[in-house]
């Protein structure tokens, strides 16, 4: 790891920071001292960071905002690196396309878009980066960002190059993205269809409010932790709810009282208090349901290894 320091200073990141301290990084305010934290603006850097990275087996994780994840708290071997700069950026083509870099915020990107009458309102509300979303597709339960995405540029794992690739329903369902050899996503294109701008700026303008009447916002949460069943009736909030879990808590990590789907730090929670009242949740569903929670929520650091990329 004394190389891997000494190479990463070498490339001259200007915000690099070792043994640091991730749960800054995250929404539930979770997360242990890590081995690096930087944040790249440049694709010539990232590209140079990510070939130390793998050249020597270090493991590294793309951070967004953290507003979907739930890092562990021990010690974390990886290098997080968040996009920003060159990455932070919306431009608008003659033909309607919309394109968009992946360190961008979602909540710019809404109220932008709407002002030039281009409906995105089922993404009003949602925190985080255009990146984050993508891998996350993330939405409403009718609809997700990738059904407006034509194309996207991204880093690929076999090349360690930028690569191009058309968007189809066969790479995107219900919170889900795929492509089997990225990396990084680090561009967007998009296209929707335009209304009277008055009119998309009222729909995100509801749209916000009813979240934040429905929704925790402003607590320690990462948002809905499990994912709603496919062709399942009940939403998994209220399947919570139904099991009598409203505020149930378990050390420093509670049920919201809400929604029953967010689960909260409200007391200094450490990582494992999310992870035992997430299994606690889905073991007492299970018994009422007969049904398996799937974690929307993306775990990482945690020691079964499917979350780190090794290379
Ligand atoms: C109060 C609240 C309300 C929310 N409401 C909604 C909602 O209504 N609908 C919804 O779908 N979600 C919702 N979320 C969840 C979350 O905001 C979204 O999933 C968001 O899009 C995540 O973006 P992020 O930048 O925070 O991603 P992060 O949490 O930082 O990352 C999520 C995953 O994406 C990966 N990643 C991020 N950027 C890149 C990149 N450029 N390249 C490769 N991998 C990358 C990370 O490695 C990680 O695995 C909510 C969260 C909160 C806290």
Redesign the pocket.
């Known amino acids: 790891m004394k190389k891997v320091k000494e190479l990463l200073k070498d490339i001259s990141i200007k915000e690099t920071c070792f043994d640091y301290n991730t749960s800054k990084l995250t929404?539930l305010r979770i997360g242990g001292r890590s081995f690096c934290f930087t944040n790249v603006e440049s694709r010539d850097i990232l590209l140079k960071l990510l070939g130390i990275c793998m050249e020597n087996d270090v493991c590294f994780?793309?951070?967004?905002?953290?507003?979907?994840?739930l890092l562990n708290d021990d010690y974390l071997d990886i290098v997080f690196i968040r996009?920003g700069g060159e990455f932070n950026y919306i431009r608008f083509e003659k033909n309607g396309e919309i394109i968009v870099g992946?360190a961008y915020k979602?909540t710019r990107f809404v109220v932008k878009t709407a002002k030039l009458g281009y409906d995105f309102s089922f993404l009003g509300g949602?925190?985080?980066?255009i990146?984050?979303?993508v891998?996350?597709n993330?939405?409403?339960k009718n609809q997700g960002i990738c059904n407006y995405i034509s194309r996207v540029k991204y880093i690929s794992r076999s090349k360690l190059k930028e690569e191009v690739l058309n968007i189809t329903d066969c790479n995107y369902r219900y919170?889900h993205f795929h492509i089997p050899d990225l990396l990084?996503?680090t561009d967007v294109v998009l296209k929707a269809d335009f209304l009277e701008k008055r009119a998309v700026l009222q729909k995100v303008r509801k749209r916000i409010k009813r979240k934040k009447l429905n929704?925790p916002?402003g607590t320690k949460?990462?948002?809905?932790f499990f994912k709603n069943l496919p062709d399942y009736p009940i939403p998994t909030g209220r399947m919570i709810e139904e099991c009598g879990l409203k505020n149930f808590h378990y050390g420093g990590a509670k049920v919201s009282g809400k929604h029953a789907n967010f689960l909260e730090n409200y007391k200094n929670a450490a990582a494992k208090d999310i992870l035992v009242l997430s299994k606690i949740i889905r073991d007492i569903v299970r018994d009422k349901f007969n049904k398996e929670l799937e974690y929307e929520v993306?775990m990482i650091g945690f020691k079964n290894g499917q979350d780190i990329r090794k290379f």
């Open positions: 929404s994780e793309i951070i967004g905002d953290g507003t979907n994840i996009l992946a979602m949602i925190p985080g980066t990146g984050g979303s891998i996350g993330s939405g409403d919170r990084v996503l929704q916002v949460n990462a948002g809905s993306r």
